[in-house]
């Protein structure tokens, strides 16, 4: 029962737009109430009505190491007591910039702020800045934030909830925004012949997450780095997802693509909301005050946020086996559900990188937005509100990724999949 959720739910559309403060949480795409949450242990995560749910959202990636973990928990209270902000420069900002830069060859430079769209909007604004150039090309289905330049056909919620752009974006600033679709180098190749003098720069999530998880195929990053190059444009990774999520440091298939400007989040702030933007020292010069570029933020560098990253980041490089651990966890995990799901003739596709997967309900390549627009979404729902009955939280959404935490073991794997054989037998 969820009486307590259904509730609460009812008071916050009464008080907040659609009741959430994040539009992919209402589960219009899922059918029912939101589950309200009210606390979370290691891979466990508990709602307002008491019910227990193993967790494959981990606050959308950052737990990494779990719900609560003690020794973060620990460097959070510890800086709180001490104090929450000061509005000044603190010795952790850097320390966790002189971390990250050891972490990304390549990177000579780190300015924190305070969220992932922060940071990619940061990342554009230095590029356009430093080509002189306004157009920017991003591809369908990669998801980078809210902020006006880049919510052309973005994954992620906007997907989720059939958003092919927003209102509110003026006409002539979407103009600047070139949208080609992912894992396509001829279509960027074609464009750059077209409008390369145009185009300040390319932004891309090396590894895709937000219209599912979609791998880049071989050779895709290396072309879009030797078309930018060619033409003066900038690089810029998305990594907000991917950034120590898959290996220390970045994603391990873009290691020696050198990008120019790579964008951070989710797990560099321990589970605190935190942002960045890292690149070349001529590029992140042009940032105030040494630049004309002018970026700031009240909470940028925040201290609980900047304890909660450099403690987490610590306990992942001294057990930097754990991403091999996590890597077996999920590709077994995935390897499992592909077998349920087969035996009950139900066709999936299971893109999985790392410790992050996507179960998409259609048959064949997983490759772009458009072939996972192809997924049977109500499908989907359906088997998404089976998973919740029987004790697990999948992402409320058939366009977003599942993560997997260090804190995950066998006996969450065999809870995983008997919820799985249960929930198929519904549908």
């Known amino acids: 029962m969820r009486k307590s959720s259904e509730t609460l739910f009812a008071r916050a559309a009464e008080l907040i737009p659609g009741g959430v403060n994040s539009p992919v949480r209402a589960f219009q795409a899922v059918g029912g109430a939101p589950v309200f949450m009210n606390a979370g242990r290691g891979a466990r995560i508990y709602d307002v009505d008491g019910n227990e749910y193993i967790d494959y959202v981990m606050s959308w990636g950052p737990l990494i190491l779990g719900h609560a973990h003690p020794?973060?928990?620990?460097?959070?209270?510890?800086?709180?007591?001490?104090?929450?902000?000061?509005?000044?420069?603190?010795?952790?900002?850097?320390?966790?910039?002189?971390?990250?830069?050891?972490?990304f060859p390549g990177m000579e430079m780190v300015r924190m702020m305070s969220s992932g769209t922060e940071a990619v909007m940061t990342a554009v604004r230095l590029a356009r800045a430093f080509t002189g150039r306004d157009r920017i090309v991003k591809f369908a289905g990669c998801y980078h934030g809210h902020s006006d330049a880049l919510l052309a056909r973005a994954g992620s919620g906007v997907a989720t909830l059939g958003l092919p752009d927003s209102p509110g974006v003026p006409g002539r600033l979407a103009e600047l925004t070139t949208t080609l679709p992912y894992n396509d180098p001829g279509a960027v190749a074609a464009l750059f012949a077209k409008h390369g003098p145009e185009i300040a720069a390319v932004i891309v999530e090396p590894a895709a997450g937000n219209m599912g998880v979609v791998p880049p195929r071989p050779g895709f990053l290396s072309r879009l780095r030797e078309l930018t190059k060619a033409h003066g444009a900038l690089l810029i990774f998305d990594e907000v997802i991917t950034g120590f999520r898959l290996a220390w440091g970045g994603y391990p298939?873009?290691?020696?693509?050198?990008?120019?400007?790579?964008?951070?989040?989710?797990?560099?702030?321990?589970g605190l909301p935190v942002g960045a933007v890292g690149g070349k020292?001529?590029?992140?010069?042009?940032?105030?005050?040494?630049?004309?570029?002018?970026?700031?933020?009240?909470?940028?560098?925040?201290?609980?946020?900047?304890a909660a990253g450099l403690t987490t980041l610590a306990i992942l490089r001294e057990n930097i086996e754990g991403y091999e651990l996590l890597k077996r966890y999920s590709l077994s995990l995935c390897e499992e559900l592909k077998g349920l799901f087969g035996r009950k003739g139900i066709p999936v596709t299971i893109n999985r990188i790392g410790s992050m997967f996507?179960?998409?309900?259609?048959?064949?390549?997983?490759?772009?937005?458009?072939?996972?627009?192809?997924?049977?979404?109500?499908?989907?729902?359906?088997?998404?509100?089976?998973?919740?009955?029987?004790?697990?939280?999948?992402?409320?959404?058939?366009?977003?990724?599942?993560?997997?935490s260090l804190a995950h073991d066998l006996l969450d794997a065999e809870k995983t999949l008997d919820a799985c054989a249960r929930t198929l037998e519904t549908m």
């Open 71 to 103: 020794t973060v928990v620990a460097a959070i209270s510890a800086q709180a007591e001490k104090g929450t902000g000061f509005g000044a420069p603190t010795s952790l900002e850097v320390e966790l910039a002189g971390t990250i830069i050891e972490a």
């Open 358 to 404: 996507t179960i998409f309900f259609t048959a064949g390549d997983v490759c772009d937005l458009e072939t996972a627009r192809r997924s049977d979404t109500e499908l989907f729902a359906r088997f998404f509100r089976g998973m919740l009955i029987n004790g697990i939280n999948p992402p409320p959404s058939q366009f977003e990724a599942w993560f997997v």
């Open 253 to 270: 298939g873009g290691r020696d693509i050198d990008p120019d400007l790579t964008c951070l989040g989710k797990i560099i702030g321990g």
């Open 281 to 306: 020292r001529a590029v992140m010069e042009q940032l105030a005050p040494l630049g004309p570029v002018y970026q700031a933020g009240t909470l940028s560098g925040n201290p609980l946020a900047m």
